[in-house]
């Protein structure tokens, strides 16, 4: 039986140990403090098939997200919304094998959840595609070229948002509630950059920080209705200043809520009615559009900007308290040594 290292979570936090799984081959921070094996986002290669894989060969370089399983027969599965399915296995949720993650040398995984990793895309570009990649590449599903899009937060999520955006030909407005990240939005292809203020309620109005400005004093490049947002992506820790936001969505705008905030969505109700406006949640993306993503993302050269870490108990930890501190750079990727 093959013997794994694996990176677990426990009442102290992050502990080395080993794990051993029946041979089955032949027939990340908010769960720091389960006993499961951390990580849902990984890029490995292909050491074993069972008998029953058929697409996949050892040394084939692979990549897996947040879910790991589905039922395959409900209307859900079958309409390509297995991530919605009830049955589903999912990083950290009920039903789930806590014994496979990506913090560890192996993992033991089914073939048609995992994702064949396109070759212009290097392991450390691509680990963070399997789930932040593909929840913003599912939320712009259908966004049709010269549309403008909306990304609250420049993050983990919302600086490959931008990247995807601006490649699908969309005009890109980056909103986040300081002007911290103004250079790195532009640089990254956003057109504008707006300053909205703080948490759900708490912000002081939209100040816009674009790129050429209209020499008016303000930084402003025109009224808030020059471009109207059609679909919003909000991809913060922390819910944005709605009425701050709701200005700036045209007629029948979507918002995409991709946060995991256990906040309240207090959204305004009249500009709703008068503006059509739709909200909407979801998790990630389904496989047809996963893989997809990562074509997309070789092809146009789309690559998440990461910091490097040993993947050892102290840099682990070392990556968790950066990100806890908040001074984790967009995102935070483990090395094997």
């Given amino acids: 039986m093959p013997e794994f290292t694996v990176f677990r979570g426990g009442p102290d936090g992050v502990k080395r140990g080993t794990t051993v799984k029946p041979d089955e081959l032949s027939g990340d921070r908010v769960l720091k403090h389960r006993d499961i094996v951390l990580g849902h986002e990984g890029v490995g290669v292909v050491e074993a098939v069972g008998p029953d894989a058929a697409g ?26 297995e991530i919605y399915c009830r049955r589903r296995e999912v990083y950290g949720g009920p039903g789930a094998d806590y014994d496979q993650g990506s913090f560890a040398s192996h993992a033991v995984l089914r073939e048609a959840f995992l ?5 212009g895309l290097g392991d450390a ?12 590449f599912s939320a ?16 983990g999520l919302g600086h490959m ?13 980056a909103l986040s509630s300081s002007g911290r990240k103004r250079e790195d939005a532009l640089e990254l292809g956003a057109h504008r950059f707006v300053v909205t203020g703080g948490k759900d309620g708490d912000g002081a109005g939209a ?3 674009g790129g050429q400005g209209n020499g008016n004093g303000n930084g402003n490049d025109g009224p808030e209705d020059e471009w109207p947002i059609s679909r919003l992506l909000v991809t913060t820790s922390a819910l944005p200043d709605w009425r701050a936001v709701m200005p700036l969505l045209g007629t029948r705008a979507v918002v995409y809520v991709l946060t995991a905030s256990r906040d309240d969505v207090r959204v305004p109700c009249l500009p709703l009615l008068s503006k059509g406006i739709s909200v909407r949640g979801m998790l990630t993306a389904s496989r047809g559009e996963h893989r997809r993503m990562l074509d997309f993302a070789a092809l146009h050269g789309i690559r998440p900007l990461v910091e490097r870490f040993p993947m050892s108990e102290a840099g ?21 040594q």
């Fill in 125 to 136: 570009d691509a680990a963070p595609l399997q789930c932040a990649g593909a929840t913003v």
């Fill in 56 to 81: 996949l060969r050892r040394g084939d370089r692979v990549g897996w997200g947040y879910e790991t399983n589905s039922c395959g027969r409900c209307l859900d599965c079958l309409s390509a919304d």
């Fill in 115 to 119: 994702h064949r990793i396109p070759a």
């Fill in 140 to 155: 712009l599903q259908g966004v049709g070229v010269g549309a403008t899009v909306g990304v609250v937060g420049v993050g």
């Fill in 316 to 336: 682990i930890r070392e990556a968790i308290e950066r990100l806890e501190s908040g001074r984790i750079r967009f995102r935070a990727v483990l090395i094997p």
């Fill in 161 to 173: 948002a931008i990247q995807f955006a601006a490649k699908m030909g969309c005009r890109v407005v």
């Fill in 207 to 209: 100040g816009d920080a």
